[in-house]
T-cell receptor, first 113, second 116 residues
Framework: DAGVTQSPTHLIKTRGQHVTLRCSPI?????VSWYQQVLGQGPQFIFQ???????GRGNFPDRFSARQFPNYSSELNVNALLLGDSALYLC????????????FGSGTRLTVV | AQKITQTQPGMFVQEKEAVTLDCTYD???????LFWYKQPSSGEMIFLIY??????QNATEGRYSLNFQKARKSANLVISASQLGDSAMYFC?????????????FGTGTRLQVTL
């Protein structure tokens, strides 16, 4: 079975631009969560989606948004990029909202210049 | 307030030796879960082991065991018989449940280097 897949793997954007990151969960998993991992730190929670609804949101500005599609894949959008948005963005899927059965993808490494 | 504390930025261990990675946590919730993840240079977070707050016994998964001391709020990871492939970042995390969701709060990680 395919694991959690994220695309693209690497991305370079200019300050002020917009970016869309994509995540496909494991088949049968209905929950997708997004995390931001800045260099040298642990991942920080951004969003959790379950059955296409936002179930939780971390302490991130409104420039960050996400959605989940009927096939349970998800997009993370970031507007008006700042240098500080440079990070590894990780997607994790689980059957339900409980994190016990979480599986992470390999992430998208975003560099803002 | 930091909820997960990992005080060892880096650790060295010789191949075939055991190593303990420290983790302390802070929560007032009686129900919580504690996790350890391994992150190699590829970036993927690999689940290693889980301990629930009500579990009576320490969790074990192969060469990994979790030394859970609830009164001290510590959840140290013990890796036995270290292998070169164990070299990676290791993160301790705690699950926090909201009304309709849950999230993981991670520590800052420990970089483990296994030497010959």
């Amino acid at each position: 079975d395919a694991g959690v897949t994220q695309s693209p793997t690497h991305l370079i954007k200019t300050r002020g631009q917009h970016v869309t990151l994509r995540c496909s969960p494991i088949s049968g998993h209905k929950s997708v969560s997004w995390y931001q991992q800045v260099l040298g730190q642990g991942p920080q929670f951004i969003f959790q989606y379950y059955e296409k609804e936002e179930r939780g949101r971390g302490n991130f500005p409104d420039r960050f948004s996400a959605r989940q599609f009927p096939n349970y894949s998800s997009e993370l959008n970031v507007n008006a990029l700042l240098l500080g948005d440079s990070a590894l963005y990780l997607c994790a899927s689980s059957i339900g909202t409980d994190h016990y059965g979480y599986t992470f993808g390999s992430g998208t490494r975003l560099t803002v210049v | 307030a930091q909820k997960i504390t990992q005080t060892q930025p880096g650790m060295f261990v010789q191949e075939k030796e055991a190593v303990t990675l420290d983790c302390t946590y802070d929560t007032s919730d009686p129900s919580y879960g504690l996790f350890w993840y391994k992150q190699p240079s590829s970036g993927e977070m690999i689940f290693l082991i889980y301990q629930g707050s009500y579990d009576q016994q320490n969790a074990t998964e192969g060469r990994y065991s979790l030394n859970f001391q609830k009164a001290r709020k510590s959840a140290n990871l013990v890796i036995s018989a270290s292998q070169l492939g164990d070299s990676a970042m290791y993160f301790c995390a705690m699950r926090e449940d909201f009304r309709t969701a849950s999230k993981l709060t991670f520590g800052t990680g420990t970089r483990l280097q296994v030497t010959l």
